[in-house]
């Protein structure tokens, strides 16, 4: 078979000639979203067979640190002595969710945060309990439980009791995604779920208006797999898609792309061309890291104005979000001697100007007479207070800037500091992974979750690290259990 394909243009079933392969569930794509997608509809008694373009299963999830949004009261926070409830963490998640949040996917998620960690766990998952309270990105050694957005916040913690939410399997460091993946690959290989790598999906095959399979090219050949249940597109995003960022999110465009290789968008364009709506397509994950240490959050961050703009406790993808809000993207953070012993782990600002006083690093650094300086003034005199008016600074990282030298440091996107980022937008779903068309109704026989859909999280400015692997295990099983109820 060699037929002329476009992901956007999915083939209808009577151009082909012959079936490779049938099977009641199709899930393409084996990470994090792929793996429960298929558990789950193996458990409901389908067939399922899962496509993957590289040569091994993880996709993005196994280059992730592994933290895993869980909350509502799970064995791990009750075993590090955390009170939650679904509740309270539903009125965070919604308000981490942004502006276009998901009501009936937050709702869901968060009262079935137990159970779905309890089915983690039967899957092989394990975590440890302990609880690690530093600034970090991550547990920098085997601790399972911590802190991972801005359930601290001054707005946040008004709206919803504060808890520790992030859920990482028992690994080092950052190796937890790689070992999340290794868990969920055993427990499909115990399942005797079969898998087909180095198999690229090309696109859809519909028979009327339903999706019924997909052409994939395996073994330097053509080949159709016919689902009779349906489709579960688990591609990932499209971060690594150049000329997708460049049209659907241009404000990602000078940070550093990090995901897979088959982070191409390639499931969203196969939806989309079958009918689908893409949503929140604008929206991504971007960071801007300027701790551990968190000596650094005691510093003050300004931009070319000087002005300050955020307050520098807050998680790291909230403060690039305000970074790339500023005029001309350049922001820099001012720290005084008592602040400035190392640099953050992830980021070696380049120091701009040194000065002995506040009124000379404005004027070396070029400031107009009377901003930074009076800025500076003015958080210094709070700060001797215990008070931050303007942006609610906790008190832990509250101080003023009295040791001089005081040094300005760049943490503009076009300096040597990386900001890392990954798309947030994709296919709209329903709660059970129904891929939506744009009158509303859905696409039969298609669904799709992780980051090929537009789930939990919908912006980076409230966003909360495992949100992301969260969303893909949690709605990946769902669509799962969806799809094989078709058969």
Same mark, same amino acid.
């Given at each position: 078979?060699?037929?002329?394909?476009?992901?956007?243009?999915?083939?209808?079933?009577?151009?082909?000639?012959?079936?490779?392969?049938?099977?009641?569930?199709?899930?393409?794509?084996?990470?994090?979203?792929?793996?429960?997608?298929?558990?789950?509809? %193996?458990?409901?008694?389908?067939?399922?067979?899962?496509?993957?373009?590289?040569?091994?299963?993880?996709?993005?999830?196994?280059?992730?640190?592994?933290?895993?949004?869980? &909350?509502?009261?799970?064995?791990?926070?009750?075993?590090?002595?955390?009170?939650?409830?679904?509740?309270?963490?539903?009125?965070?998640?919604?308000?981490?969710?942004?502006?276009?949040? !998901?009501?009936?996917?937050?709702?869901?998620?968060?009262?079935?945060?137990?159970?779905?960690?309890?089915?983690?766990?039967?899957?092989?998952?394990? /975590?440890?309990?302990?609880?690690?309270?530093?600034?970090?990105?991550?547990?920098?050694?085997?601790?399972?439980?911590?802190?991972?957005?801005?359930?601290?916040?001054? =707005?946040?913690?008004?709206?919803?009791?504060?808890?520790?939410?992030?859920?990482?399997?028992?690994?080092?460091?950052?190796?937890?995604?790689?070992?999340?993946?290794?868990?969920?690959? =055993?427990?499909?290989?115990?399942?005797?779920?079969?898998?087909?790598?180095?198999?690229?999906?090309?696109?859809?095959? $519909?028979?009327?208006?339903?999706?019924?399979?997909?052409?994939? =090219?395996?073994?330097?050949?053509?080949?159709?797999? %016919?689902? $009779?249940?349906?489709?579960?597109?688990?591609?990932?995003?499209?971060?690594?898609?150049?000329?997708?960022?460049?049209?659907?999110?241009?404000?990602?465009?000078?940070?550093?792309?990090?995901?897979?290789?088959?982070?191409?968008?390639?499931?969203?364009?196969?939806?989309?061309?079958? &009918?689908?709506?893409?949503?929140?397509? %604008?929206?991504?994950?971007?960071?801007?890291?300027?701790? @551990?240490?968190?000596?650094?959050?005691?510093?003050?961050?300004?931009?070319?104005?000087?002005?300050?703009?955020?307050?520098?406790?807050?998680?790291?993808? =909230?403060?690039?979000? %305000?970074?790339?809000?500023?005029?001309? $993207?350049?922001?820099?953070?001012?720290? !005084?001697?008592?602040?400035?012993?190392?640099?953050?782990?992830?980021?070696?600002?380049?120091?701009?100007?040194?000065?002995?006083?506040?009124?000379?690093?404005?004027?070396?650094?070029?400031?107009?007479?009377?901003?930074?300086?009076?800025?500076?003034?003015?958080?210094?005199?709070?700060?001797?207070?215990?008070?931050?008016?303007?942006?609610?600074?906790?008190?832990?990282?509250?101080?003023?800037?009295?040791?001089?030298?005081?040094?300005?440091?760049?943490?503009?996107?076009?300096?040597?500091?990386?900001? @890392?980022? /990954?798309?947030?937008?994709?296919?709209?779903?329903?709660?059970?992974?129904?891929?939506?068309?744009?009158?509303?109704?859905?696409?039969?026989?298609?669904?799709?979750?992780? $980051?090929?859909?537009?789930?939990?999280?919908?912006?980076?400015?409230?966003?909360?690290?495992?949100?992301?692997?969260? !969303?893909?295990?949690?709605?990946?099983?769902?669509?799962?259990?969806?799809?094989?109820?078709?058969?």
């Amino acid at each position: 078979m060699s037929l002329k394909t476009d992901p956007c243009t999915p083939i209808s079933a009577a151009h082909i000639e012959s079936w490779h392969a049938h099977t009641d569930v199709l899930v393409i794509g084996f990470g994090a979203a792929g793996a429960c997608a298929a558990l789950e509809a %193996h458990a409901a008694g389908a067939r399922v067979t899962i496509l993957e373009v590289a040569s091994g299963s993880g996709g993005t999830t196994a280059l992730a640190g592994g933290q895993i949004y869980l &909350g509502g009261g799970t064995p791990i926070q009750t075993a590090c002595g955390f009170s939650d409830t679904p509740e309270d963490m539903e009125a965070y998640v919604r308000m981490a969710a942004g502006p276009h949040a !998901d009501d009936e996917k937050i709702r869901s998620y968060c009262r079935d945060s137990i159970a779905h960690y309890e089915w983690l766990v039967s899957q092989g998952v394990v /975590f440890n309990p302990e609880y690690y309270g530093g600034k970090h990105t991550n547990t920098p050694e085997y601790q399972s439980l911590a802190y991972s957005g801005n359930e601290k916040g001054f =707005r946040e913690a008004q709206a919803a009791r504060p808890a520790p939410r992030a859920h990482k399997p028992k690994a080092f460091w950052e190796e937890g995604g790689a070992t999340l993946m290794a868990t969920l690959t =055993r427990a499909i290989e115990r399942a005797g779920i079969e898998v087909h790598y180095d198999t690229r999906a090309l696109t859809l095959i $519909r028979e009327d208006e339903r999706v019924v399979g997909v052409l994939c =090219r395996q073994d330097g050949e053509q080949r159709a797999w %016919h689902a $009779r249940g349906g489709v579960v597109l688990c591609c990932g995003g499209f971060i690594m898609n150049r000329e997708m960022i460049d049209k659907y999110a241009p404000r990602l465009r000078d940070a550093t792309p990090i995901g897979g290789p088959g982070d191409v968008g390639s499931g969203i364009l196969m939806g989309i061309g079958a &009918g689908g709506a893409a949503i929140n397509m %604008h929206e991504g994950f971007v960071s801007v890291i300027w701790y @551990p240490s968190g000596e650094f959050c005691k510093g003050v961050f300004v931009n070319r104005q000087g002005n300050r703009f955020v307050n520098e406790d807050c998680y790291h993808a =909230r403060g690039a979000h %305000h970074c790339l809000n500023q005029p001309e $993207r350049k922001v820099y953070m001012v720290v !005084d001697s008592a602040i400035f012993t190392e640099p953050p782990l992830y980021a070696d600002p380049k120091v701009i100007e040194v000065g002995e006083t506040f009124a000379e690093l404005e004027r070396d650094a070029g400031f107009a007479e009377g901003t930074l300086s009076a800025t500076l003034e003015t958080y210094n005199r709070f700060a001797r207070q215990g008070e931050d008016p303007l942006f609610h600074k906790s008190a832990e990282f509250l101080q003023p800037l009295d040791q001089p030298p005081y040094a300005l440091l760049d943490f503009s996107i076009d300096s040597d500091v990386w900001y @890392p980022a /990954f798309t947030l937008g994709g296919l709209d779903t329903s709660v059970d992974g129904q891929v939506r068309s744009a009158s509303g109704g859905v696409i039969e026989g298609l669904y799709a979750a992780g $980051r090929t859909a537009a789930g939990l999280p919908r912006c980076a400015e409230s966003y909360a690290s495992g949100m992301s692997i969260g !969303d893909a295990s949690y709605f990946g099983r769902r669509a799962g259990r969806a799809a094989a109820a078709r058969r």
